[in-house]
Structure formats: C-alpha cells, structure tokens
C-alpha cells in the first residue's frame, strides 16, 4: 500500500459466492475514512481479513438491494458494535433502505453502539461534508432493481503554500496565512497592499473521481455521469459469448464495459462482478483490451493505489 488512497476489493463474484470471490463489496479508504460501495454477504470477514479494521469515519452506499450486494451490511453494522464503535456511520441507498435497516434490526433484536444515519438516494449529490475530504454523487443505472451508480470525488486540493513569498510580501506567520490558506485576500501589515492567494500558493489540484457502476446495463446516462474518471469500475458480469444473458438479466458483457468506458473518455478500467460460471476471466479481460486497453480485472483483496493513477 503505497499511499493513503486506496480501493480494496472484496467481493468480485456476482450472485454467488465462489471459492476464490466473495459477493459484491468495495472500500475506498482515504487519508482516514472509508466507503464501502456494496456490501455482500460475509463482507466483515473480508474487511477483518485485510487488518483494515472498522474504527474509521465510515459510509457505507448501497447500489440497489438484492441481497448479494446489501445482506453484508447487517454483519458489518454488528462487528463495528462488538467492536464498541461510538462514531456514526452513514448509510446511503435506494428507496427500501431504512426499512432494511430498521427492520432486521427489531426482528433480529441487535442493539447498536452508534448511531446510523441512514438515507434514501436520488441522483446528484448525496453526500458532502464540510468536514470531509471527498462528496459522493448518485446517479440511476439501469438494472431489474431500483439502482444507482454513484462517483466518489475527492475534494480540489489546494495548492503548495510558499511561506517565502509570504514573507517577501510583508506577512507575517499567523492567522493572515491561514486566511491565504483559505482563499482570502489579505492586506499587507507591512506594506499596505492587498496580496491575492495566487501571489503565494500553487493553482489548486483537482481532486481524483472514482467511477462505480453497481449492476446495470451500458447506457448514455452513464457515460455522461462517468465522463472523465480517472477510475470506472464497471459491471463486467458476461463475456461475448454470453451477450444474450447480459441484455436478459440487465447486466454488462466485459466488451460493453470498455466500450462506455471509451466514450465517458475514463483513464483506467477495473472489470467487477463476474459470473461465478467463469473459473478465469482472463478472456473477458482481453476482450474488453481489444476496445480500452487500459483495462484490468477486479479480484478480491486486490488493494488499487488511486494516487499512483494517471
Ligand atoms: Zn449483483
């Protein structure tokens, strides 16, 4: 693990369970948070698995609610209350899911050491904080269930403060460099002039946005909503030779996948959620290079290094 951005991978399989992929979940861990995208049966004991423990801030976003992508959450809710967490985790989904939540929790009689804050989606913003370090945007894929696709974007970072020029211009250390900081203009004590924040810090660095697609069909919606993303990682369920299953059951060939990952202009392309019929899916990786090469296959405990991409 290279850096403090990362995307763990922890169910790959679609539907059922294998020997070698879990059912669908994902977290991204960022400086120190995490969101899962996704939580299949049995996530917590991948999670635990790969040592990432449960004490961070934590969000935890739902794509639709078929049990292979949402029967994990209630594991995962009971492990961070074993484990005595008091921070509040935020649980974002489609329509259904406080009653999932409130549900099993009264039927199932488990009490919780924190407070879930849970809501119910609709596409555009669904997640900012003034205190958080990335938003998250939902967006309507297209799939046998109500379900969303949402972008994980990492908030601009400002750019290098240079605190020789502060000085060269007459500030002083303290509370006017925070204001620069901040993108205020300041005047001066010593020299009377306004300075701009430009004459000190760098251009602001764009943040790093993360495409993840849930189980859908290719469609333009998503192409404009996954425009530009340095990651998609994108319903890979089918190879060619199955194209037939993919349009029956509203999910994506590997083909597909790379071909709206072509024209959303995306740099890199994790292929996910594979058919358990597959025992390799090296040929639904090559068929999806033919189209975006810059593609590669999802599997679990694959740890991703986002700030590492370009
Ligand atoms: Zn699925």
Redesign the pocket.
């Known amino acids: 693990m290279g850096s403090n951005f990362n995307i763990h991978f922890f169910g790959t399989s679609?539907?059922v369970p294998t020997k070698e992929r879990g059912?669908?979940c994902l977290t991204i861990t960022y400086e120190n948070s995490m969101a899962f995208f996704?939580c299949?049966e049995g996530s917590q004991r991948s999670v635990l698995g790969a040592g990432l423990g449960f004490n961070k801030d934590c969000n935890i976003f739902i794509?639709?609610l078929?049990g292979?992508?949402v029967i994990g959450l209630l594991g995962i809710l009971q492990t961070m209350a074993m484990n005595r967490r008091e921070k509040q985790v935020g649980v974002f989904g489609p329509e259904g899911i406080i009653d999932f939540i409130r549900t099993n929790q009264s039927i199932l009689r488990f009490g919780l050491t924190f407070d879930v804050m849970a809501r119910e989606v609709k596409p555009g913003l669904v997640y900012d904080e003034e205190n958080s370090r990335y938003r998250v945007f939902a967006q309507k894929s297209k799939?046998s269930a109500l379900s969303f696709a949402y972008v994980f974007e990492e908030k601009e970072k400002p750019g290098r403060f240079h605190p020789e020029k502060a000085l060269k211009l007459g500030i002083p250390e303290g509370p006017l460099w925070s204001k620069i900081q901040h993108g205020e203009s300041v005047k001066s004590p010593k020299t009377g002039k306004v300075v701009d924040p430009k004459q000190i810090m760098e251009k602001p660095r764009k943040g790093k946005r993360i495409g993840i697609s849930?189980?859908t069909r290719p469609t333009s919606l998503l192409e404009q909503f996954f425009k530009g993303c340095d990651v998609l990682i994108f319903?890979s369920?089918y190879s060619d030779e199955h194209q037939e299953n993919a349009l029956e059951n509203l999910?994506s060939t590997s083909r597909e996948a790379a071909m709206l990952a072509k024209k959303a202009r995306a740099k890199n392309l994790i292929l996910t959620?594979f058919s358990a019929r597959y025992r390799r899916v090296s040929n639904l990786v090559r068929q999806a290079r033919e189209v975006f090469p810059n593609t590669i296959a999802a599997k679990d405990f694959l740890v991703y290094d986002v700030a590492d991409t370009s």
């Open positions: 679609s539907a059912l669908s996704d299949g794509t639709h078929h292979d992508h799939h849930g189980d319903d369920t999910h959620h």
